[in-house]
């Protein structure tokens, strides 16, 4: 793999664009972001026509893969008829009705678009319904670029006063959020205890650090604390929904929210997020809670919406995601050898553990780093994080190719 058409590209990129890629976390790429040209499938094509093994799938949305036919002709249907209209189409509750089939406590919901949007939208509907303005999350965890959120990112952070994610945050709005730590529970019992909470805000899988399973009480324990509190539990299901489970980690856990956010994976590879949850929360829109944006609900990507969930809704999606994820965890993990590190992985979310270390929302760093631009001079784009998204396109012969490389990297 040259790259070299890449690294031009790059540098040319930085002259116009600010950090010379679209998300700041994609600057991690190593040694600089792969500049592609075609994706396709599991597959995609840099700038030289150089194909490439696709483990980044978009950060999370792809898990049908890059282009699935059903989808894409279903957004081209639409997008000759409407592009987007500022009031109503039949589309917003088409969509929206397969959204909420699939999701356990799917009552109602509300379309935004990103991620990041669509978590302040479920705070808000949390701090309307208690009158209270304090929220709970977990060190580490990531739910959106957002100053109320960015914060308590390291794994020292827990217990602690919120410390901004980055420079330029407002403070001010820190005292606002409590941080505790994933998975323990006295720290949560007692932070319920000590805080007028209006939210509890955790990431089921803590899928941006570590790809760390709930143990089995702690989502109980938070369920149990939220009802005896009269705090609303919000699950940030925008990497876990539709990817671990057709109904994300409630369906997985068998432990309801009142609310959940999606986005990602929800709209295959176009931009769509949602609050769904319980009818009572989400109708406060009705009643003096702000919900607005232009793009929300728009018609092309709720022709994505639709067409992906009814893929989704075929069982047999997950079960081939399944033997696939389980295939690259034992072939892919076994090419890693003794004292390499592993994969820690929740249905086809996996990410890379180095052996006795701690992942990074901005990189693995140590071994993590020589795979990263090694497997990507063989052709293997991984994530600088050590996090592995697969889909239905990926093929046994992927994860061999894949393994393969791997060991004869680390040999
Ligand atoms: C768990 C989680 N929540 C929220 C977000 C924010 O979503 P978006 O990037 O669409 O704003 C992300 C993005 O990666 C995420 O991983």
Not at 112 to 132: H, P
Not at 142 to 171: I, L
Not at 259 to 269: D, E, N, R
Request: proline share 4%; glycine share 12%.
């Amino acid at each position: 793999m040259a790259l070299e058409s890449s690294r031009l590209a790059f540098e040319r990129a930085r002259r116009s664009v600010g950090g010379g890629v679209g998300s700041g976390l994609r600057a991690a790429m190593r040694p600089h972001p792969l500049f592609v040209r075609e994706a396709r499938g599991a597959h995609v094509w840099d700038l030289d026509g150089d194909r490439y093994v696709d483990y980044v799938m978009a950060w999370g949305p792809l898990v049908l893969g890059h282009g699935d036919p059903r989808v894409l002709s279903a957004v081209a249907e639409v997008a000759k008829r409407m592009q987007v209209v500022g009031t109503g189409h039949a589309l917003e509750y088409l969509a929206a009705e397969a959204v909420l089939e699939a999701v356990p406590h799917g009552e109602r919901l509300l379309w935004s678009n990103t991620g990041t949007e669509a978590v302040q939208v479920a705070l808000r509907l949390a701090r309307a319904a208690t009158g209270r303005r304090r929220v709970l999350k977990f060190a580490k965890s990531y739910h959106g670029w957002h100053d109320t959120v960015h914060a308590g990112m390291s794994e020292e952070d827990g217990d602690r006063p919120a410390e901004p994610g980055g420079r330029g945050q407002s403070p001010s709005v820190l005292d606002d959020l409590v941080i505790g730590r994933f998975n323990d529970v006295p720290l949560t019992e007692r932070l319920l205890g000590e805080h007028d909470l209006a939210a509890v805000l955790v990431d089921p899988v803590m899928s941006n650090a570590g790809v760390e399973a709930p143990d089995p009480a702690f989502l109980a324990t938070l369920r149990n604390l939220c009802d005896r509190h009269g705090v609303v539990l919000v699950y940030d299901e925008v990497i876990t929904g539709f990817r671990i489970a057709r109904g994300g980690a409630a369906e997985k856990y068998g432990v309801r929210p009142d609310l959940s956010v999606f986005g990602k994976a929800m709209a295959g590879g176009f931009t769509q997020s949602a609050v769904v949850g319980r009818a009572e929360l989400v109708d406060q829109v009705t009643a003096g809670v702000v919900h607005a944006g232009t793009f929300n609900a728009n018609p092309i990507a709720l022709a994505a919406v639709e067409a992906t969930m009814r893929i989704l809704a075929d069982a047999t999606v997950y079960e081939a995601l399944e033997k696939t994820s389980a295939e690259f965890e034992a072939l892919v993990g076994g090419a890693l050898g003794p004292g390499s590190g592993s994969f820690n992985r929740v249905g086809s979310l996996l990410q890379y553990v180095p052996a006795g270390g701690a992942t990074g929302l901005h990189g693995t760093g140590g071994l993590w780093t020589v795979i990263l631009e090694g497997m990507l001079r063989q052709g293997f784009l991984f994530l600088p994080s050590g996090k592995v998204f697969l889909s239905t396109a990926h093929t046994t012969a992927d994860t061999e190719a894949t393994a393969e490389a791997l060991e004869k990297l680390l040999r």
